[in-house]
C-alpha cells in the first residue's frame, strides 16, 4: 500500500524559509508528476507547484520566484523550498500526484511574528 508522508513545517517569521519534503513508500516503481497544495482555514485546497518526471516545473503565481520544487526519484521524495515566506501562505501543505495516493496528514506551515 502506498503511502505518503510530509514532513519540514513549523512556525516561521515573515522573510523566513522552509523546506519541506514528501517521502512517498510502497510497492511503486516511480512516483511520476507530483504537486504540492495546500490549503488554508475555511479555503479550498489548491495546487501552488508541480513537477514532472522529466523535471519540468510550474508554480501558482503567488509563489512563483520564492518557491522551488524538486524531486528525487531513488528516494522516491519530492520537496519543496520555500523562501521569503508570507503571512498568507499559512496554510497545511500536502503532496499528491493528482489524487493517485491517498493523501497523507500534510505538514502545517505558519507564517506569523
Known amino acids: 500500500q502506498v503511502q505518503v508522508v510530509e514532513s519540514g513545517g513549523g512556525l516561521v517569521q515573515p522573510g523566513g524559509s522552509l523546506r519541506l519534503s514528501c517521502a512517498v513508500s510502497g510497492s511503486i516503481f516511480s512516483i511520476g508528476p507530483m504537486g504540492w497544495y495546500r490549503q488554508a482555514p475555511g479555503k479550498q485546497r489548491e495546487l501552488v507547484a508541480s513537477?514532472?518526471?522529466?523535471?519540468?516545473?510550474n508554480y501558482v503565481n503567488s509563489v512563483k520566484g520564492r518557491f522551488t520544487i524538486s524531486r528525487d526519484d531513488a528516494k522516491k521524495t519530492v520537496y519543496l523550498q520555500m523562501n521569503t515566506l508570507k503571512p498568507e501562505d499559512t496554510a497545511v501543505y500536502y503532496c499528491?500526484?493528482?489524487?493517485?495516493?491517498?493523501w497523507g496528514q500534510g505538514t502545517q506551515v505558519t507564517v506569523s511574528s
Open positions: 499528491n500526484s493528482g489524487s493517485r495516493y491517498p
Open positions: 513537477i514532472t518526471s522529466g523535471g519540468t516545473t
